[in-house]
């Protein structure tokens, strides 16, 4: 079959490195297309995506994808990733040139993703709070003790102070949330919270879902911070590194 397209994986910046080979997807030679200063890494491929109704074979094809871009941040010092199956085609001239007319035109806005990832990866956290031990005393707070000294507790002020239960609870996370954010940013280099449904049905819950840029030699300092907030009722989970997915895809 014709191979007129290219599959690409990310962009680095080879500042005087040395021409870079490695197996990519299914094995296939993978290789640097430069331009201006920066190169795109991609191979050969099909215009057509690689597909699969085996989920495992496309679990393996994106882990291909990732192991690429792990590579290129080790010798390049840094990638702007690019999404699973992205793929340039032909059209009605070339796709290497094609390529590097994107490359070329787009040098400036690459300049400044590549200030922001060189030497960065990404991390995940997911932080959780215990619900009884946290938010359980809500109930017996004055505010809702007030309002259930009515005349006995009728329908009206049942529903009034489990409103405002609710609201004192939801306050009482919203500081949570503020408290493991302000402190995760100032260890991290760029911070973005993940949309997540904060839910106070369950004994232990999702508190925030963030990702996080940072150079890995400082993951360190975040890690030990989470640590310290283990005995206070909260939990998390430190996922990474990762090719900066988050910190690349809206400039790229």
């Not at 390049?76 to 290497?96: H, L, M, Y």
């Not at 932080?127 to 000294?149: A, F, N, S």
């Not at 002020?157 to 493991?180: G, M, R, Y």
């Not at 990474?240 to 690349?248: E, I, L, N, Q």
Request: charged share 30%; with cysteine.
């Amino acid at each position: 079959m014709p191979e007129d397209a290219l599959y690409v994986y990310g962009i680095v910046k080879a500042e005087n490195k040395s021409e870079w080979k490695e197996k990519g997807i299914n094995g296939v030679a993978v290789y640097t297309i430069n331009e201006e200063g920066f190169s795109a890494i991609g191979h050969n491929c099909e215009e057509k995506p690689y597909l699969s109704k085996e989920p495992e074979e496309i679990k393996e094809l994106i882990i291909s994808h990732n192991n690429i871009l792990n590579k290129a941040m080790e010798h390049f010092g840094g990638v702007i990733p690019f999404s699973f199956n992205t793929i340039i085609k032909k059209g009605d001239v070339d796709s290497k040139y094609n390529l590097k007319a994107w490359l070329n035109n787009d040098n400036a806005l690459l300049e400044t993703v590549w200030d922001k990832v060189k030497g960065k990866t990404e991390y995940g956290i997911r932080v959780y709070y215990e619900k009884e031990k946290l938010i359980g005393d809500v109930p017996q707070q004055k505010e809702v003790k007030k309002i259930k000294k009515g005349a006995g507790l009728s329908y009206l002020l049942a529903s009034k102070a489990k409103a405002k239960s609710n609201e004192l609870a939801q306050n009482k996370i919203h500081e949570f949330k503020q408290i493991f954010f302000d402190e995760i940013k100032k260890l991290a280099d760029d911070i973005k919270i993940n949309v997540s449904k904060i839910s106070i049905k369950k004994d232990k819950d999702l508190l925030l879902n963030l990702s996080v840029l940072i150079e890995p030699a400082r993951i360190g300092g975040i890690n030990e911070f989470l640590e310290g907030k283990k005995n206070d009722g909260f939990s998390f989970q430190l996922a990474g590194p990762f090719p900066p997915y988050s910190f690349a895809e809206n400039d790229a």
